[in-house]
């Protein structure tokens, strides 16, 4: 089945202790995207992946790092959480941002809800 | 920076009744602009999307519309259902940033039996 997988689904861990939270799809899919729902402020992005080696800043950066050693994983790592941290976050991934391939569904993860101590 | 702004918040509507979403976006350049819809305690699942050189696009009882020259896209549901009660997003790409979607706040969206 064609999926988002993402690992924890629930968190609750305390200010400063590192934390990772895993983001794989089967689809093949070059583009990988994190964001994080809030409410009354939608749905922010991250960080973003267009392709393995290569990521980029999102709208809200600060505090978040990650990978794309593989074309299927995009992890997300909280290197010293924080309590303006404790959100709903969304890992997603579509075919492709490039060219006329652009315009393309993403498909997002079940989320991850973290609460930070 | 790029702004994609969303009204109303929250939309309670009577069964059988129509239901429309506005969203208004900064970025001249946006070409693409997807809907998608978010159940209680689900992921959000895209509905519709519109591509810039289109006018107006329909699936059934949703329909998209978007206006360039006012930068603002909206979405139209008809005789509306129980199960359209969720969360709507609007979100805009920017062809200036083309891997940077930016999303609206959300729309609560209440059907009344």
């Known amino acids: 089945e064609a999926q988002v997988t993402q690992n924890p689904r629930y968190l609750i861990t305390v200010t400063g202790k590192k934390l990772t939270v895993t983001c794989s799809q089967n689809?093949?899919?070059?583009?990988m995207s994190w964001y994080r729902q809030d409410p009354g402020l939608g749905l922010r992005q991250i960080y973003y992946?267009?392709?393995?080696?290569?990521?980029d800043k999102g709208d809200v950066p600060e505090g978040y790092k990650v990978s794309r050693k593989e074309k299927r994983n995009f992890p997300l790592i909280l290197e010293s959480p924080s309590p303006n941290q404790t959100s709903l976050y969304f890992c997603a991934s579509s075919l492709s941002t490039a060219g006329l391939a652009g315009y393309n569904e993403q498909f997002f993860g079940p989320g991850t809800r973290l609460t930070v101590l | 920076g790029e702004n994609v702004e969303q009204h109303p918040s929250t939309l309670s509507v009577q069964e059988g009744d129509s239901a429309v979403i506005k969203c208004t976006y900064s970025d001249s350049a946006s070409n693409y602009f997807p809907w998608y819809k978010q159940e209680l305690g689900k992921r959000p699942q895209l509905i519709i999307d519109?591509?810039?050189?289109?006018g107006e696009k329909k699936d059934q009882r949703i329909a998209v519309t978007l206006n360039k020259t006012a930068k603002h896209f909206s979405l139209h549901i008809t005789e509306t259902q129980p199960e359209d009660s969720a969360v709507y997003f609007c979100a805009a790409r920017g062809r200036s940033s083309a891997s940077k979607i930016i999303f609206g706040s959300g729309t609560r969206l209440s059907i009344r039996p």
């Open positions: 689809m093949n899919h070059e583009y």
């Open positions: 519109i591509r810039s050189n289109v």
């Open positions: 992946s267009m392709n393995v080696e290569v990521t």
